[in-house]
């Protein structure tokens, strides 16, 4: 899929799948090197979740290999055609989704607060598949169109709900969605830990305090990322999200 087509695709259905944009040696490197740092007692006040779906906020931080996938020229020009060419990289985390997981909440992203959900993007999120995404190891699940809707799905939505696509791909693919999409974890039904890199961009008038695991960019990670992911990441840098986020 081109750019273009999967500008296209992502404004028709509300998400969209890059191939094989990384090759499958590198994504095996970083799902490895994630599942260390989730077993890592460093990391533990940056961890969220279960025994079966954890996040791990602040990953710049902790992996410089996920900037090359913050940076990738294709990603990119999908997202700044949705949220315009000054849109920042808000945060970069990984989500293992261990085997015995059941179906995530299908959900929509950063729209809590909103009466009414808005009809012009507020965020493109993206998943990078570091292992093969499958419908038994708890690809992500989605339902297509609905970012059309301008509302929250309804709660719960079942496994097995005829209108739940399951968006399988290879290792190295990375999938991007509009904010509004409804979407979630499958479940995962294999013996495999699903792994996923995480990358969200947001225009700069969003206000990134709804998001409460997110996490700032640290100095001294500041100094050494290549130029333009500190253009997208300025905005973020301090030790603490008291130093960098806005309140309500």
């Not at 989500?95 to 965020?123: E, L, N, Y």
Request: aromatic share 10%; charged share 20%.
């Amino acid at each position: 899929m081109s750019t273009q087509e999967a500008i296209e695709h992502l404004e028709t259905y509300g998400y969209c799948i890059l191939e094989e944009r990384i090759l499958p040696e590198q994504a095996d490197q970083m799902a490895r090197k994630y599942l260390e740092l989730h077993a890592s007692p460093k990391v533990k006040p940056y961890l969220a979740g279960d025994a079966y779906y954890q996040t791990l906020f602040g990953l710049m931080n902790f992996d410089d290999s996920c900037w090359s996938c913050a940076l990738h020229s294709d990603v990119l020009a999908v997202a700044r055609h949705f949220v315009g060419p000054k849109c920042r990289v808000v945060e970069a985390v990984s989500k293992p989704v261990w085997p015995g997981a059941p179906i995530q909440r299908v959900h929509v992203d950063s729209a809590g607060d909103f009466i009414r959900i808005p009809d012009v993007p507020w965020m493109i999120n993206t998943i990078w598949m570091l292992t093969d995404f499958t419908r038994e190891n708890g690809a992500t699940v989605v339902v297509p169109m609905s970012h059309r809707s301008r509302k929250s799905p309804p709660v719960p939505m079942k496994p097995d709900d005829p209108l739940l696509k399951s968006i399988t791909g290879r290792r190295g693919s990375v999938m991007m969605w509009h904010g509004g999409l409804w979407h979630g974890a499958g479940a995962n039904t294999s013996q495999e830990i699903r792994v996923g890199l995480n990358i969200a961009y947001y225009p700069p008038w969003f206000n990134h305090a709804r998001e409460g695991g997110h996490q700032p960019v640290w100095p001294e990670t500041y100094e050494r990322m290549p130029k333009e992911l500190q253009e997208m990441s300025k905005c973020r840098v301090g030790r603490t999200r008291a130093d960098v986020y806005e309140t309500p």
